[in-house]
């Protein structure tokens, strides 16, 4: 079992509409969490973090915690084609020195 | 504020070769990452330096891989000698509290 895990898409999403991304991760003890965008040929830009349960929004954006079930979710609303991107789920575990490990991504495409 | 910076951007090299990176994290983040990101994967951490020490180097392949951060800023990576397999982009990412991370362009090593 991966311990970061995501869904690879691609994930066809009309413009204006929600995009939806979810995350899974097999350690209890991680303690915060991250979404990183990438586009292609790009670097990993930081878009989103959290670190306690619940939602948290910023913009566009919100993401979501749930420690209980190990999820982490990313709602992309109003999505517009510069968004279309690979979307990095990102988790530090306790006690890591801030070691990130990485989902593989999730690729997103926005269709006008 | 400058973010990070790296070069050299590509670098094609056959087999065997050597080749080194260098980068140059944000002033004043104390904790520099080296990461190497294979197409179609997320970024995998090689070694992680608090200041000018190591941290974590458990995933650095130390029989060709070696890096150093002298005087707690500026880093090197070094591959010698270069395999097929590390065909891959090596990015480097700072932090100041361990937590959030921010990444340089990358350089996208080629080996022939």
């Known amino acids: 079992q991966k311990e970061v895990e995501q869904n690879s898409g691609p994930l066809s999403v009309p413009e204006g509409a929600i995009a939806s991304l979810n995350c899974t991760y097999s350690?209890?003890?991680?303690?915060?969490f991250f979404w990183y965008r990438q586009y292609s040929g790009k670097s990993p830009e930081l878009i989103m973090s959290i670190y306690s349960n619940g939602d948290k929004e910023d913009g566009r954006f919100t993401a979501q915690l749930n420690k209980a079930s190990q999820y982490v979710s990313l709602l992309i609303r109003d999505s517009q084609p510069s968004d279309s991107a690979t979307y990095l789920c990102a988790v530090i575990k306790t006690d890591s020195w801030g070691k990130l490990q990485f989902g593989a991504g999730t690729q997103v495409v926005v269709t006008p | 504020e400058a973010g990070v910076a790296q070069s050299p951007r590509y670098k094609i090299i056959e087999k065997r070769q050597s080749v080194a990176f260098w980068c140059n994290p944000i002033?004043?983040?104390?904790?520099l990452y080296w990461y190497q990101q294979i197409l179609g994967q997320g970024p995998k951490l090689l070694i992680q330096f608090q200041n000018n020490g190591v941290v974590d180097d458990s995933q650095l392949p130390k029989d060709r891989f070696s890096a150093e951060r002298l005087k707690g800023v500026d880093s090197t990576l070094k591959i010698q000698p270069a395999k097929l397999e590390d065909s891959a982009v090596y990015l480097c990412?700072?932090?100041?509290?361990?937590?959030?991370?921010?990444f340089g362009p990358g350089t996208r090593l080629t080996v022939l």
């Open positions: 990412a700072s932090s100041s509290q361990g937590n959030e991370q921010f």
């Open positions: 350690d209890r003890v991680s303690q915060s």
């Open positions: 002033s004043g983040h104390a904790t």
